[in-house]
């Protein structure tokens, strides 16, 4: 009975998702084309970190984060407290930038502070957990989602070397790396890590303020977190 309900509870998240996965895959297949296309800025950009392109899937949290939380809320899912909510959000918050701080101390080069700090981020995204699991839950495979395509992108794009941001290196990156340790540090790490703790931060946070905007206008069906 036990697995029945969590193979149950996964089919949910993964329907609840589809809609805005499929809307992230289609924006990363569109900024591919623009930047193999050379299209303009600001809305690509192929320099290493995507120059703050405006096509892009790293603003969707700010989106998707209050649309998955009214929609939970709607069903039932509601978090016990809107206070509790926002404080563990924030918290991750914290501990996303700490993760940050750690991973940057290693620049281009592998280290034990380097991945410890890659891993604290990603454990950034578990913080508001406590607070809203459904929430959490529901961007953890989100997260997964968008940036797991971007993966597979970013595999090809540095075999090939399209040219893109894809496959653009930083500033002062070392030459003769082999493709492997390029691929894990360039890609992996970061879209395994980094940004999938991101994802669920910016999200949580955003689905936070719109319970409390929610809250104060109406009731929101809810049922207690633990």
Request: net charge positive; aromatic share 12%; hydrophobic share 55%.
């Amino acid at each position: 009975m036990g697995e029945n309900h969590s193979s149950a509870s996964k089919s949910s998240t993964l329907r609840f998702i589809l809609i805005p996965a499929v809307i992230t895959l289609a924006i990363t297949i569109l900024r591919l084309v623009g930047e193999l296309q050379h299209w303009p800025a600001p809305l690509f950009n192929s320099s290493a970190g995507g120059g703050a392109a405006i096509i892009g899937i790293s603003w969707l949290p700010i989106i998707f984060g209050p649309w998955f939380a009214l929609k939970l809320a709607g069903r039932g899912e509601g978090p016990s407290s809107v206070g509790k909510c926002m404080g563990f959000s924030l918290l991750s918050l914290v501990v996303l930038v700490l993760g940050g701080f750690l991973a940057s101390r290693s620049e281009f080069h592998f280290s034990i502070v380097g991945l410890l700090g890659f891993i604290v981020m990603l454990l950034a995204a578990f913080v508001p957990w406590r607070a809203w699991p459904s929430l959490t839950k529901t961007l953890i495979a989100y997260a997964y989602a968008a940036r797991i395509p971007v993966l597979i992108v970013m595999y090809f794009a540095l075999q090939g070397q399209w040219g893109t941001h894809y496959d653009a290196v930083p500033p002062g990156y070392p030459t003769g790396i082999p493709f492997g340790q390029k691929f894990l540090g360039l890609a992996v790490l970061p879209q395994l890590f980094l940004w999938v703790g991101f994802t669920v931060v910016v999200g949580s946070i955003c689905g936070a303020i719109a319970m409390a905007i929610a809250r104060r206008g109406k009731p929101v069906p809810e049922t207690a977190a633990s």
